[in-house]
């Protein structure tokens, strides 16, 4: 039993997995986290391994707390992973974002896969059939281009998301309403046609806290699965396992 957790740059969320299934998820903010992992483990006394994917901002310190308890692990760029990466920078290429590559290349084989997580950021992560991690990209997530009309003028005010009624919005609110929702869900499809243009064939996987939301809305017909993320950090952990 292992207990797996992605601290992301909005939220923390965990998993415990026996195998391949999921027990039981969670969802806490960052200064819940001690506490969080406390309970979880009360609950689960049999996880053996924690296993941690980190691009938000906690001290390693509030998992090493645990050590005499189980082994903790951090994933790292330094870990092995089933593709082959041909990022420029690959040392600055989100732990997250490898991660939920090396889940698409593990559960999809062969094939060429593009990852979408819209959480805090929209991140786009491109894999080719022959395990080619090619890059994508990372553009302002839907709660981030409230927050940043609001933060970066001096009028707008900052909303909670909302479905626009028109893409014509007729005030302010219904203005900002069309901009950020029509504008998050155009980008994604345009992203999505402009692959389809240059790739006859590719799965979509498709992720993060907006996913359900989006997968409503989109044009494009893509089922969202919530808990990419954190299946993908037990599968690549049992990839490094199998490959050390
Ligand atoms: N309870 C919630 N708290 C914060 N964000 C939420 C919540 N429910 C849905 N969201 C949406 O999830 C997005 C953040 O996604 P998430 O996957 O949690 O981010 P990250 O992995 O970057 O921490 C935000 O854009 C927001 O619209
Ligand atoms: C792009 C991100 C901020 C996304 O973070 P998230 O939305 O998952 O919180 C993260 O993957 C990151 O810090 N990446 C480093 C830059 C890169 O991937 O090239
Ligand atoms: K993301």
Known sequence: MILTVDVGNTRIKAAVFEGNS???????QNNELE?????????????????????????????????????????THEDKFPFINKYATPKTLGIDRMVLASGATLQYPRQNRLVIDAGTCITYDFIDENDNYLGGAISPGLRLRY???????????????????????????????????????????GFIDEYRSDYSNFIII???????????????????????????????????????
């Open 35 to 75: 506490t969080a992992i406390e309970k979880i483990l009360q609950k689960f006394k049999n996880c053996s391994d924690l296993v941690v994917a980190s691009v938000g901002n906690v001290e390693k310190q509030s998992f090493l707390i645990f050590e005499n308890r189980l082994k903790v692990h951090f994933l």
């Open 206 to 244: 498709l992720t993060g806290g907006d996913a359900e939301f989006l997968a409503k809305r989109l044009k494009n017909t893509i089922f969202a699965n919530s808990n990419f993320l954190l299946e993908s950090l037990s599968q690549t952990f049992q990839y490094k396992i199998d490959n050390d």
């Open 147 to 189: 927050e940043a009309l609001h933060n970066y003028t001096a009028k707008l005010p900052l909303l909670s998301f909302e479905i626009p009624e028109e893409y014509i919005g007729n005030s302010t609110v219904q203005a900002i309403h069309s901009g950020v929702v029509n504008g998050f869900v155009y980008e994604i499809d």
């Open 22 to 28: 999921v027990l039981e998820n969670f969802v806490f």
